[in-house]
């Protein structure tokens, strides 16, 4: 593939603002910060902490201000961890964007939350943990393909949290278009709109806006939509090959699964990112930016941090766009959708 310099936009560093119809000030990229607390997946143990709070140093000061958590992120004796890390981060940092720094969690249907009062409470004590209002609350997930019974009061729950002015702005998780535009009504109707929405999309998990079209119901509705997972948990930055060690648990299953089956993709980021002097990770999350999301890529360390910021101030042309998509397109095998994700 040939890449026509002059369609190279100049590199700035930093990452600007994007327009947003709610007040909350979201940059071109985030920072996910499940890893933060959860052992199972993530491996985190509270030694990291140091580098955790060295990544949310370098995302602030590069304008990477958004920070995504979840009520679910740390559970056990780890309860709540990566929430609290975060307002630890926050309290303690007194450099550079700090006004400009949003804190998102996302408060889990868990089986026993029924009552619109029940989220008024996570959602208070989220910002118990955090130490300060959370600026985003996003529900997790939809409880439609199992308990459709439980989610209204949740949603009615989720929008008291912002008449009561206890949240900047309110979003959703694993919702398709049409459970959207549903949402969207009922929340419109008491004068509440969603701010974002965030689907599981990478290079690896396009169905959400190639099979579902959920990006163009939420330009219709003026919703950002935030691309998580969008290093497909590690595999899209080659850092794993078939012959390589790979991680352990789910994800390990995960590379023996996938790896065999997506080469022809990898081998076109990496080319790309020659071509660019770039990362494949840089050219993973670029292609998310170029496609009008806000990717929330998780890091654990300064260094992936810092390589992820190389994301920013440059833009992938429309040729190198349309070659990712015809490769992503073909691929035989891609990643495991959510199961929570509606239509
Ligand atoms: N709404 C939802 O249901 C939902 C679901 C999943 C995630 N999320 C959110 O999305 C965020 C991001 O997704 P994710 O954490 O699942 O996956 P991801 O961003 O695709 O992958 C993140 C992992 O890849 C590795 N990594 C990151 N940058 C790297 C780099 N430059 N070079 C090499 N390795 C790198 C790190 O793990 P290792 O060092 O261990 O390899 C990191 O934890 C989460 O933290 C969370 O906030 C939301």
């Not at 310099?5 to 590199?11: D, G, H, K, L, V």
């Not at 009552?115 to 439609?144: C, E, F, P, Y």
């Not at 899209?236 to 089956?261: A, H, M």
């Not at 429309?318 to 998509?325: A, F, G, K, S």
Request: one cysteine or more; a positive charge.
């Amino acid at each position: 593939m040939e890449i026509n310099p002059e369609q190279q936009p100049i590199s700035t560093p930093k990452a600007t603002t994007i327009p947003s119809n709610s007040s909350l000030s979201l940059p071109l990229m985030g920072c996910g910060t499940w890893a933060w607390g959860n052992r199972l997946l993530w491996g985190y143990n509270p030694t990291m902490d140091n580098d955790l709070q060295a990544v949310f140093n370098l995302a602030v000061s590069q304008g990477v201000t958004l920070f995504d958590t979840g009520d679910s992120y740390g559970t056990g004796k780890l309860n709540g961890r990566s929430e609290l890390l975060l307002g630890r981060f926050f309290t303690a940092y007194q450099g550079l964007n700090k006004d400009k720094i949003c804190l998102a969690t996302k408060l889990a249907p868990y089986p026993w939350r029924l009552t619109r009062n029940s989220m008024i409470n996570a959602g208070k004590a989220s910002a118990q943990r955090v130490g300060r209002n959370l600026d985003l609350v996003q529900m997790h997930w939809s409880t439609a393909n199992y308990a459709p019974w439980q989610e209204h009061a949740l949603l009615q729950g989720l929008g008291d949290l912002y008449e009561q002015g206890l949240v900047k702005a309110i979003g959703l998780s694993n919702y398709g278009p049409k459970r959207l535009k549903k949402v969207h009504q009922q929340l419109a109707s008491r004068g509440i709109s969603i701010a974002t929405l965030q689907v599981q999309y990478s290079l690896l998990s396009t169905y959400p806006v190639t099979e579902l079209g959920v990006k163009d119901v939420c330009d219709e509705l003026g919703i950002q939509l935030i691309a998580y997972s969008p290093l497909a948990l590690g595999l899209l930055t080659g850092k794993f090959s078939e012959k390589g060690s790979f991680p352990k648990g789910l994800r390990g299953i995960l590379c023996r699964q996938l790896l065999p089956k997506i080469k022809a993709l990898l081998d076109c980021l990496q080319e790309i990112a020659s071509l660019r002097n770039k990362t494949m990770s840089q050219v993973a999350l670029n292609w998310c930016i170029c496609k009008g999301t806000i990717p929330i890529p998780g890091a654990k360390n300064i260094q992936q941090m810092q390589d992820n910021l190389g994301a920013i101030g440059w833009q992938l042309n429309d040729e190198e766009i349309t070659e990712l998509d015809r490769i992503a397109e073909k691929l035989e095998k891609k990643m495991v959708q959510n199961i929570f994700q509606t239509k």
